[in-house]
């Protein structure tokens, strides 16, 4: 691990590829923005000798963030993507957004992942979000390990900070969260600062000192060996104490000096199951060095202590049609199984499709059986077709550096899927199957856009359509209510995003309106009506004379027709006419132009003539008389009410509950939760909570989450409603 005497620098230039999955390791980089993920990614690769000194590939773009958007927002947005060699080992890096309005691209990376590297800030500490990230890979029992970054600050303390990654990570067992190494520090800088120069091996009591541009390891000086005795026996009971040997704990205790070996297998076997959480540091290079600090041990890490993804378990498989199969053996002459696990769209080369390989090889040119989720809901459409892959390669920036194979346990980029979506399964076509999805967030903030000319219109569908197969995050919703066209986000960020997306990517110029809710109307109480369609026009003329009621219903019931005609007064074959009228009105409202819902319509008379009565001329009677009945009663604006759950910290349970009374929500209950969260279930107005997703988040400093679903329309504030009818007025 860290403390090997050896670094194995990796081959540059070439395209890595595994032939055998126990030389695969596959490491997703999590931590909030701003924590140094990209910049580590970068330092590991150059350590590796995949880069160049200033982190850079031979086009001169950045291993990791190389998307246009990416260098205009000044931060991730996507899932990247960088292969690596370690001595014998292939090591994928997936580095992740870390702001919250790109969680989808790391759910994507975790399920792609067989152990995750937290990323820590000494400046800034761990936040709420990571915390929550944290949970969610132990939920799976996913390995872990902890790196502390931004050490060169003048607010770092390398100490306080290992204290609070126990304190936020460790709750069931913080003597399982430990450092391996203590940070080395040079001569104190004008400003007082000390820079880190070095690691300090605590395992091996060695100094790994990287002041000179190369790592050089040494013997500690006697001044420094009381300073890690402390850490180092901390550190050994840890190991012990999560050891398979129950006997080595005993030895210890009785004074036996453990073997190093001893120690560095069992705590590889910790880190891989999951059980142990080794916190190391990183820091930058020296001017001109060819390694920064920290990153071989942090390779040697990864390869030795880290799951192969033999060691991983895949998700479970079912036939397209639902029929269970047995459990995936990551076998590379097994039957074929990869998940697209990102999608993107290159302007030369078309969609590009990054897969995880769980079973079986992919060759290029060969035919697949694409499988889709069934995302309809969220505008993604659901297939399942044959489909003819195009070329393999393995990402690095810019560059795709092709591959003849793509075996079990490995990552590689598919061109030309033109079907296939994120989500998407690929297996053999004489044996489909379809792999159990992953939990993909609900976006929850809408934004309605329309095109900006007639040539935008023409390319909005098409462009909307390749912007939601790539991101399965986000909603496309066509509003048959409001006549929208609303892309449901996560946040403002991914909006922006997708917006420049649009514009870029696909050529289409929109404009963000505001979103509108389906408000509905209703009757508040009894009233009558008549219509009365007399024309003549010389010919056949228009007869149609009816006379109604309506009354309210309780609400969910609709509209309800009723004849109460005797007589024959409306011929029987009108009847059916006057309520086709009223219904058609009803659609269009008869206040303000929201639809009608939850009255009862009672047909009670009216007239005909033998020659000038018609369909048409009943359908226009009835929809007159339904009007006149308005004019004459009360309408009601209904607005729709969601039932919203909240999972809040306790810490700003009081606050969230206080917004919510705010925005006329109803708090209709809260129940404990685990992890010191409560949930709490209130009935809110939707056009209280159009930005709630993101006013959320500020609110409780992004620990909370919510849901939120359609629960009934009940009556506006008349204030509300008088403003709305107003303005309705003036448009019309």
């Known amino acids: 691990m860290g403390d090997k005497a050896n670094a194995h620098p990796g081959a540059a230039g070439r395209a890595a590829s595994a032939d055998h999955p126990a030389s695969v390791r596959n490491v997703v980089l999590v931590g909030h923005s701003g924590s140094g993920k990209t910049t580590l990614v970068e330092a590991l690769a150059l350590t590796a000798g995949a880069v160049n000194r200033a982190g850079r590939v031979e086009d001169g773009g950045t291993v990791s963030d190389y998307d246009e958007i990416e260098h205009r927002q000044q931060r991730s947005v996507q899932l990247s993507l960088v292969p690596v060699e370690w001595g014998d080992y292939k090591v994928n890096l997936l580095d992740t957004p870390g702001y919250a309005d790109f969680v989808g691209e790391l759910r994507a990376g975790l399920r792609a992942a067989d152990a995750a590297l937290f990323v820590v800030s000494a400046a800034d500490g761990v936040d709420g979000a990571t915390r929550m990230v944290w949970e969610e890979c132990a939920a799976v029992g996913m390995p872990r390990a902890i790196v502390i970054t931004h050490l060169e600050s003048a607010r770092a303390d390398f100490t306080e900070m290992t204290r609070t990654c126990a304190q936020a990570f460790g709750a069931d067992d913080p003597d399982a969260v430990l450092p391996l190494y203590l940070p080395l520090y040079g001569e104190q800088g004008p400003d007082g600062h000390a820079p880190v120069t070095g690691l300090i091996g605590l395992l091996s009591q060695r100094i790994f000192d990287y002041a000179s541009g190369e790592r050089k390891e040494s013997e500690p000086g006697a001044d420094q060996l009381p300073l890690i005795e402390e850490a180092r026996n901390k550190l050994i009971e840890g190991i012990i104490a999560e050891s398979e040997d129950e006997s080595l704990m005993d030895r210890y205790l009785s004074g036996e000096d453990i073997d190093f070996t001893t120690l560095v297998d069992d705590l590889e076997r910790a880190v891989a199951r999951g059980i142990f959480h080794p916190v190391l540091a990183a820091a930058p290079a020296a001017e001109g060095a060819r390694q920064g600090i920290g990153t071989v041990e942090l390779l040697e890490l990864i390869t030795g202590g880290f799951p192969t993804p033999l060691e991983h378990p895949a998700p479970a498989v079912t ?18 199984v990869a998940e697209v696990v990102k999608t993107a769209s290159d302007p030369y080369v078309g969609r590009i499709s990054l897969v995880r390989v769980f079973s079986g090889t992919l060759h290029p040119d060969e035919t697949v059986h694409v499988s889709g989720h069934g995302l309809a809901d969220r505008g993604h459409e659901d297939h399942d077709v044959d489909e003819r892959i195009g070329a393999l390669s393995s990402p690095f920036g810019k560059q795709q550096r092709g591959l003849t194979h793509c075996g079990a346990g490995d990552l590689a980029c598919v061109a030309k899927l033109s079907r296939a979506e994120t989500g998407d399964t690929l297996s053999a076509k004489d044996d489909p199957l379809l792999m159990e999805p992953w939990d993909m967030p609900d976006p929850l903030l809408p934004l309605a856009i329309q095109a900006h000319s007639k040539a935008d219109e023409d390319k909005l569908s098409q462009g909307l359509s390749r912007l939601v197969a790539e991101d399965p995050t986000m909603r496309l ?79 969910g019931s609709g509209i309800e027709f009723v004849d109460k005609v005797v007589g024959g007064a409306v011929p029987r074959q009108f009847i059916p006419s006057v309520e086709k009228g009223v219904r058609a009105q009803a659609a269009k409202g008869v206040a303000a132009g929201y639809a009608l819902i939850d009255v009862r319509v009672t047909l009670l008379d009216g007239k005909a003539h033998s020659v000038d009565s018609s369909d048409a001329a009943f359908q226009t009677a009835g929809a007159l008389a339904l009007r006149e009945a308005a004019a004459d009663a009360r309408i009601h604006l209904l607005e729709p009410v969601a039932e919203v759950r909240v999972l809040v910290s306790d810490d700003h349970v009081g606050a969230v509950m206080s917004d919510l009374s705010g925005r006329r929500g109803r708090v209709v209950g809260t129940e404990q939760a685990p992890g010191g969260r409560t949930l709490v279930r209130a009935e809110v107005p939707e056009i209280e909570i159009g930005r709630y997703a993101v006013d959320l988040r500020s609110l409780s400093q992004g620990t909370a989450r919510f849901s939120r679903a359609y629960a009934r329309h009940e009556p506006m504030p008349p204030q509300l409603s008088e403003k709305i009818r107003e303005q309705a007025g003036d448009a019309s």
Not at 319 to 336: E, H, M, N, Y
Not at 485 to 504: K, N, Q, T
Not at 517 to 531: K, M, N, P, Y
């Open 477 to 555: 919703e066509q509003n048959q209510d409001t006549h929208q066209v609303v892309l449901w986000c996560l946040g403002e960020a991914h909006a922006d995003v997708a917006l420049e997306r649009l514009r870029s990517r696909y050529g289409v110029q929109v404009d963000v309106v505001p979103y509108k809710v389906s408000l509905r109307e209703t009757f508040a109480g009894r009233s009558g009506g008549r219509g009365r369609h007399v024309k003549q026009s010389g010919g056949h003329g228009q007869y149609a004379i009816c006379e109604i009621e309506v009354e309210p219903l309780p609400g």
């Open 319 to 336: 036939t397209p049609g639902g029929k269970p199969r047995p459990a995936l053996a990551c076998d590379p002459s097994g039957p074929l």
